[in-house]
């Protein structure tokens, strides 16, 4: 099911970020000459900041961890024989 989750958010990634590339360009009063290098960026951010959301969400918190802090015996050599 994540996948649909990271689909959506992809395709509402992809408008969100031409749009926010286009009121920029609207601010500046002229279009970059490398605008898909600015668009890049401007999609990598949202999609490393939502899709670390969407899986901090859907992480399955019915299982537990295993506990990393049991102990563990080690077994000193036999002496003697």
Known sequence: ???LYFTIAGVILYG???FI???IENARGA???N???IFLIIIMILALGSFTIIEHLTKDLTTTPVATSE???TQSPSKGG
């Open 71 to 73: 102990k563990t015996t």
């Open 31 to 33: 279009r970059f000459p």
């Open 1 to 3: 099911m994540e996948f």
């Open 35 to 37: 605008r898909s290098v």
């Open 16 to 18: 969100l970020s031409d």
């Open 21 to 23: 590339l286009n009121k």
